[in-house]
């Protein structure tokens, strides 16, 4: 019963922010690593960003970023609410692409729909 629910993507102009929201449910998500990863058109998949377990409710855990991203994408979990959240910043047409939530660090096991985030002037 595992299941991940993205919403929150659209069309935005560069420049502009949209943040990515990752539900999950059928598991407590604070206790895994959760990641996000994107596909644009005729490209592989690509690791975006991922954040740490959070073992202790005090902490949200250790965020991990794609050097294309750093500085400009932000992850973070709201345990209470069991979501995982990509505040994305500064977008480009380059970051066009379905954006996925996972759950894992390395090696995902369970994987959300994927919502699409077009980025166009």
């Known amino acids: 019963q595992v299941q991940l629910v993205e919403s929150g993507g659209g069309l935005v102009l560069p420049g502009g922010s949209l943040t990515l929201s990752c539900a999950a449910s059928?598991?407590?998500?604070?206790?895994?690593?959760m990641s996000w990863y994107r596909q644009a058109p005729g490209k592989e998949r690509e690791l975006v960003a991922r954040?740490?377990?959070?073992?202790?409710?005090?902490?949200?855990?250790?965020?991990n970023y794609a050097d294309s991203v750093k500085g400009r994408f932000t992850i973070s979990r709201d345990n209470a609410k069991n979501t995982v959240y990509l505040q994305m910043n500064s977008l480009k047409p380059d970051d066009t692409a379905v954006y996925y939530c996972a759950r894992g660090w390395s090696y995902p096991d369970y994987w959300g729909q994927g919502t699409q985030v077009t980025v166009s002037s």
């Open positions: 059928g598991f407590t998500s604070s206790r895994y690593a």
């Open positions: 954040i740490t377990a959070a073992l202790q409710i005090t902490t949200g855990g250790h965020p």
